[in-house]
């Protein structure tokens, strides 16, 4: 089968990739191995997406991108990409059950959480190490739990854990937050809230369940136990690169590296939303970069093909 366009990805970069690619009257297909709506379809409230005074569950704003996308034609398809390959201007895209041939492919695979990487971590994954508040909070009713990390999703998480743990410390590297002032001030004013400063997190323990944390403070050199029912780790996220070749141009992060059209250093291959290498990774960024990729997809077709039809 032969599309205009591929999609790798239906998160918010992706499905308004493919809303502007299938709008502009392009074939388009959009991949997805997992969830249609990516990341934030764990979220409980975004508050930040311009265009709805109150918030919304992720979810909820994910899947009006993904009825709009359908119904200017994109064809949804859920199967994982695992190879992009070239044959001469075309594009060979790869999954379990089969080959996908395009003009041009946009990549939106996203990012997926940072791990600590200490010991007790993998161990107790989903017996109280959890990277998702909103799956997992209502688990914590009357609890404590810590939360690590200092940047917008780990005190966003921290506030929304607050409506069922009875206690949220948080535990960051440094002495101060980099969330939005907003956020800040909101997690200052909330009692549950506790914050531990210029600490990490060394080892994670417990029998069946989390029971306690090991803390380190890097500026007094102290080592001190925290009790703890669940810990929820915010610390940065990863890119979700493991299908791309080496013939993409990645930063040192493994970040795939674009012009300002969305388009890689390989011709007719672009990249849109968190997969990028870019300052803001957000839900209003992915769906600008995906709307600008779409645009530039269909220029690049028509100037490199006779037709659409080709
Ligand atoms: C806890 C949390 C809270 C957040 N809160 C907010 C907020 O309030 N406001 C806001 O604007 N942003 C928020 N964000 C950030 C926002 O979720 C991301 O910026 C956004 O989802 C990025 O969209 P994306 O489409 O680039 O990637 P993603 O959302 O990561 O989607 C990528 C998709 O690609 C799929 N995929 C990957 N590889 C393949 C493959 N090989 N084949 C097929 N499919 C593949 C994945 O399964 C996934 O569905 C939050 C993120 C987190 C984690």
Request: proline residues 3%; glycine residues 10%.
């Amino acid at each position: 089968m032969k599309y205009d366009v591929i999609i790798v990805g239906a998160g918010p970069a992706g499905l308004s990739a493919a809303i502007y690619s299938a709008r502009g009257g392009l074939k388009t297909a959009i991949f997805e191995k997992a969830m249609i709506g990516g990341q934030i379809n764990v979220t409980d409230e975004v508050e930040n997406y311009p265009g709805f005074e109150e918030p919304l569950a992720g979810f909820d704003l994910t899947e009006k991108m993904h009825l709009q996308a359908e119904r200017f034609g994109a064809e949804f398809i859920e199967e994982e990409i695992t190879a992009i390959g070239l044959e001469g201007l075309c594009k060979i895209v790869e999954t379990a059950e089969g080959k996908y041939r395009a003009k041009s492919v946009i990549i939106c695979t996203g990012a997926h959480p940072r791990r600590l990487n200490v010991p007790g971590e993998e161990q107790f994954t989903g017996r109280g190490v959890s990277y998702c508040a909103t799956c997992d909070g209502a688990l914590y009713r009357d609890k404590v739990v810590a939360v690590v990390g200092g940047g917008d999703s780990a005190i966003e998480e921290g506030l929304f854990l607050t409506r069922f743990a009875k206690k949220v410390h948080v535990i960051h590297r440094r002495d101060s937050l980099r969330a939005q002032k907003i956020i800040q001030e909101r997690a200052f004013k909330n009692p549950k809230m506790e914050f531990i400063w210029d600490s990490v997190v060394q080892e994670i323990r417990g029998e069946d369940k989390v029971r306690e944390l090991e803390i380190y403070n890097r500026k007094t050199n102290q080592i001190t136990h925290l009790p703890v029912d669940g810990i929820f780790i915010y610390v940065g996220i990863l890119p979700n690169n493991e299908l791309l070749e080496s013939r993409l141009a990645l930063d040192s992060a493994g970040f795939v590296l674009t012009d300002e059209n969305m388009h890689t250093n390989v011709p007719g291959i672009y990249a849109a939303g968190d997969i990028r290498h870019t300052v803001l990774r957000q839900v209003v960024t992915a769906t600008s970069d995906g709307a600008i990729a779409a645009w530039s997809a269909e220029k690049w077709i028509i100037e490199n093909y006779d037709s659409l039809e080709d």
